[in-house]
């Protein structure tokens, strides 16, 4: 497979009635771990090297992947978290500090990756379709948005830059199946939501939903809850029309990828469903994508082609359409091989 560097550019735990806090990260050590391209990576301290599975007792949400297995042959838990909409794309930085290309709710951060100002992410969410907002979970627990996504944040959220979404500082993870509602989990179990219109019409602040003590969340695309729901590990990336269950990526009633507890993340895109599993493999009903064995997390856009994927050299590659410059590469043109848009140690893979 031919692929490309472009030019110029540099938790659930069901079963246990709370929601896991994983915590802050350390910083990983330097010198050269083997078979990591990335600098300043200590061969002695357990790095990512694939992900892990989502399972009943650890499910995973949108936006973030948080356990990996390491060159050690452990189990670690990190944070790599990365999001895209479809005229806009963010990935946590090397740095701590969210970086995006394109357009997210009115803002344009240009062809190149730019910093938003924010750090300390777990989970970044870009509402898909229209791309009028953007929100990020911290490692403190509270959720920041920005946009101008009415529905889902409130009216005192229409603003270009971020905002608390909410007074709560033990948030332990988002989640959304369509453009105008956001629901949030608590460390305790707790579910709130704030939207508008629809199925999920929870209103303005966001509202309790239920009682606490709740393991999982997840929302589809008519916009209702499923708490605790012991059938969906993940909800797709983009949108939840696919879910990680155990038998595979499930879309719309059709399975894909393997039935063996393997697939971590996957989503549909324009043309084609694409799915990662735990060996770092990205497939798609369509073919291969991305180096075998590197991948890390995995970005997809339900209204365009375009994927992106965090290795676990903390590098970004892409492939396909380019909206508004999204993909980092200093234009707008389509990538129409795999890219490298960031180079190796630009994404944030460390281990806790």
Same mark, same amino acid.
């Given at each position: ?6 030019? *110029? ?5 069901? @079963? ?37 599975? &989502? ?16 060159? $050690?042959?452990?189990?670690?838990? @990190? ?67 920005? *946009? ?5 944040? *409130? ?36 579910? $709130?939501? @704030? ?9 303005? &602040? ?35 029309? %696919? ?5 595979? $990526? ?33 497939? %798609? ?32 590659? %892409?492939?396909? &359409? ?10 707008? $043109? ?8 960031? &180079? ?9």
């Amino acid at each position: 497979m031919v692929r490309a560097v472009a030019i *110029g550019v540099v938790f659930a735990c069901l @079963g246990c009635g709370s929601v896991k806090d994983h915590g802050t990260d350390a910083p990983a050590g330097n010198g050269d771990a083997p078979g990591i391209d990335a600098p300043g990576i200590d061969a002695a301290t357990a790095v990512p090297t694939k992900p892990v599975a &989502p399972t009943l007792a650890d499910t995973a949400y949108q936006g973030s992947q948080r356990k990996f297995t390491t060159q $050690l042959g452990t189990t670690c838990t @990190g944070r790599v978290a990365a999001s895209m909409g479809g005229s806009g794309f963010c990935f946590l930085a090397a740095d701590d500090n969210v970086k995006c290309a394109g357009m997210i709710g009115g803002v344009s951060f240009g062809m190149s990756f730019g910093t938003t100002g924010q750090a300390n992410a777990e989970q970044i969410m870009v509402m898909f379709g229209q791309d009028n907002g953007m929100c990020i979970t911290k490692t403190d627990h509270t959720v920041w948005c920005m *946009g101008t996504n009415t529905n889902a944040f *409130g009216a005192g959220n229409l603003s270009m830059n971020f905002a608390r979404w909410t007074a709560h500082s033990d948030l332990a993870a988002i989640a959304s199946g369509t453009w105008d509602q956001i629901c949030g989990i608590t460390t305790g179990g707790q579910i $709130l939501c @704030g939207s508008s219109v629809g199925a999920g019409a929870f209103g303005i &602040p966001p509202v309790n939903q239920g009682a606490a003590g709740q393991t999982s969340m997840w929302v589809d695309t008519t916009g209702a809850l499923h708490a605790s729901d012991t059938t969906v590990l993940r909800a797709g990336e983009s949108r939840t029309s %696919c879910q990680v269950k155990a038998n595979g $990526l499930v879309c719309s009633g059709t399975a894909f990828g393997p039935t063996n507890g393997t697939v971590v993340m996957g989503s549909s895109t324009s043309s084609g469903t694409c799915w990662l599993t735990t060996d770092g493999t990205v497939s %798609c009903n369509t073919g291969p994508k991305f180096a075998a064995g590197k991948v890390l997390y995995l970005a997809t856009d339900l209204y365009s082609d375009s994927i992106c994927a965090i290795y676990n050299d903390g590098a970004v590659w %892409c492939v396909g &359409p380019n909206n508004m410059g999204k993909l980092g590469t200093g234009n707008n $043109l389509t990538l129409t091989t795999e890219t490298m848009v960031a &180079p190796a140690g630009s994404a944030h893979v460390a281990c806790n």
